[in-house]
C-alpha cells in the first residue's frame, strides 16, 4: 500500500488547486441525483431489462438455429443412410435376357434373378459374384462399409427360399451366365455413368471367366468393365476338391453325402471352414448345386495343366482396364508354378498370395481394402 501513497499526494493537490470548480460539479450531481433519482432508476432499470431480454431472444434465437441445423443434418443423414441400407431385389426373367434358345428343362422365364444392393454416391459399381452353393449375403458385411455402391447377385436357385421351390428347378452353367450378363448390364442400364468393377470369389470367378467368353462372342452384349478381382479361381481340377465332390454327390441322399464330403478335412482349420461350408450349403436345394459342380468340373483341365487357366485369365484381361488375382493359403503349393508360367506370358503382376484363409476373402476388412486398392490403381 505504501507505494500508492504518492497518487494520493497528487490527487489532494489536484483538488486544492482546483477546489472551487471541484465544489461546483458536485453540487450539480448531487442536485441532479437528488431531485431525478427516481427518473435515474427508471432509465438504468430499462436499459438493463432490455439489454438483459435482448441477449435472452439472441441466445434463443442461435439456439433455435443450431438446433434446426442440427435436427435437419440429422434428418438428412438417415436418409442418407436409408439410402445406403442393403436392399434385397431382383430382376425378372425375360426371354430377351437370352441370345439363344434355352434346352427344355431351362425353366427360367418368367422367373425372378435375386440381389442384394447398396446404393451410395460413389461413381463406381462394384459387382459381386458368390462361390459354389452360396448366396449374395456372404457379401453383405462388406457391402455394409464399403464406400462404392455395390451389388450382390445370386445366382438362380441359390437362395434358401428357392430350395423346394418347383419354379426354381436346376439350370445349366450357360443359362446361369446368360442371366448373370443380363443382370449386370441391367445395373449397367441403371447407372450409366458408373464404372464397374467385377468380384469373383472362388466359383464365381468360374463365373466371370464363362462371362469374358459369352461376351467375346456377343460383344454387342459387353459393358464396359473398368476392374476385375479373381479371389481364389480355380486353376485345373486340384483346386477343386470340395467342388468336385459336390459334383459327384447324389442329391436325393443329402445327409450321408455331406457327411462324406465332411470326411475330406486332414487338418481342424479345413474341418472348421468345411463344416461352416456344408452348414450353409445344407438349407439350398443340393440338386442345383450338384449340377452347377458338375458342369464346372467339365469346365476345367485334369490336375497339372494350366494352359485353359491361363487363356481364361487373358480372356479377363481383355474385357477390363485392370485386373488382379488373389490366392488364399491353400493354393501356396501351387503358386510358384503359376507364377513362373505369369513370368513367361509377361503378366507377372497380375498375380499375388494373401496369407487368409480362403473364406477370409469374403471378410468386410479384407474385400474393403483390396477392393479400393484395385479401384485406385494400387
Known sequence: MIQHWPLVERAVAFAARRKAAVTLVGGALGAAIGIYSDEARAVIGWTWSHVIAGGTLVILAVTGIASLAWWARGLAERRREMRREVVKRFFDI???????????DNAVIGRQLWYLERRTESSDLVVLLHGLGLDADD???FMNVARQHTAAITLFGHNAEEARDGRYRPIGIVAHTDLISGAINNLHRQYPYKRITLVGFSVGCDMLFRLAELWRDHPER???IKSVLLLDPNINHSTMVISGKVAHLNPDQPLA???????????????QNFCEYLHKISGKDLGQVQRHAADLWDYWEPDGQYELFFQRVERIRSISDRTKVFFSIHFEHRFNNVVALARQRGIRQVFDLRRVDHFEFCQDTLLKREVGALIRGG
Not at 453325402?257 to 474341418?271: D, G, S, Y
Open 94 to 104: 425375360h426371354a430377351d435376357d437370352f441370345e439363344e434358345d434355352l434346352p427344355s
Open 139 to 141: 457379401f453383405r458385411p
Open 257 to 271: 453325402e455331406l457327411k462324406r464330403i465332411a470326411q475330406i478335412p486332414e487338418e481342424l482349420v479345413e474341418f
Open 222 to 224: 459387353q459393358p464396359k
